[in-house]
């Protein structure tokens, strides 16, 4: 028992790297992942008596590769093709693939990224395929975190990789020109991973802790395969400066705690220093893309030993260079609750009046919560509330379902502080 959970720890390291390369000798994301499902089979069969290799990830693409040979002969041989399987090209599935050459690993992982972001997938698609191929997750690990059965995840995972087949997505880096887009499109879905299970949609849990850690490990990869780009420090020190409030953000009893109400000595100092650290490589790296501004806030945040030591027009300042970025909604509501903290409630409250009124943000359950806030803080207690419950009719996830109940509960008894997640 212990020897296989030792195999099953060097599998899970080596998954990543062998499966990039393996898709990339045979062409085919099915054929390397059950590839090389049974070269872990045979890894526990024959590493304890064997010895485990000195290179166990190219043991693992080596007997993986064989197989594939294996199940090709097979059904060129049950087809009744040609008997030499080594004459063509393994695209024309009739051929063995060739030699793996393990030193084009991180370029393989920088391959299948791309291939699995590609802007010809759906988003959820992408999603998927990401978490699937490059994380390992399984089909029904995936599923449970999106809230959608598995059978709906395996088909989502099937129409992605059939559409990578019809429609001849290059398995490929992209060209220089192409890059900034791609790349932002990559950035992106990491960050969706993360986003989902740092506050959850829907569902019981605020945090999804298995999403948050493979969003990280994500970014991690994409600073290594991608050492000369700002964006992909940016998007890390972001997921790492969020993910260091995580056991404070909730109650033993799995409720959320605000920021203001955080205990401070809880946050992770490591994960603070190293975001910091990116942060200032990000922000010297170039023009500050989205990711690095955001990465910048949070930076902010984490700097303040008290929430009294904020420094919230830096804050603004910051929010309004983010909007001319990203010139989205969701900006002009996170700016305009730093604005309220900065310069009082009564010129937040103006902003997101007007944000309200444009109707930019249907169904965005924060928007009505923040209203609500800046009128308890002013004292309109009879709009906080129809606010609070305009609120509680659209949000989804049942940790902030409580917290706003709370609030509605609790207008008697306001307090003078801003309250922000």
Known sequence: MEERAAIEAVFRAERGRALATLIRVLGDFDLAEDALGAAFEAAVR???SDGRPD?????LIRAARNK?????RRREHAAQAREDLRAEPVADAGAAPPEPDDLRDVDDRLRLMFTCCHPALAVEAQVA???RTL?????????????VPPVTMAQRLVRAKQKIRAAGIPYRVPDEDELPERVDAVLAVVYLVFNEGYAASSGDALVRRELVAEAIRLGRLLVELMPGLSGPRGLLALMLLHDSRREARLSPTGDLVVLEEQDRSRWVEAQIREGLALVEEALRAGPADAFALQAAIAALHARAAHPADTDWEQIVALYARLFTVQPTPVVM????AAVAMARGPAEGLVLLDQLSASHVLPGYHWLPAAR?????????????????????????????????????????APDARERHV
Not at 68 to 72: F, L, P, T
Not at 333 to 336: E, K, W
């Open 135 to 147: 994380a390992g997750l399984s089909t029904e690990e995936i599923a449970r975190a999106f809230l």
């Open 68 to 72: 594939a040979i294996d199940d090709i």
């Open 372 to 412: 609500a806030d800046l009128l308890r803080r002013l004292g309109r207690r009879d709009e906080a509330a129809a606010a609070y419950r305009e609120a509680l009719a659209l949000v989804g996830n049942e940790a902030e379902r409580r917290y706003l109940q709370n609030r509605l509960d609790r207008l008697d």
């Open 46 to 48: 024959q590493w304890p």
């Open 333 to 336: 509501l996170n700016h305009a």
């Open 129 to 131: 395929l990401t978490l």
């Open 55 to 59: 290179n166990p990830r190219a043991w």
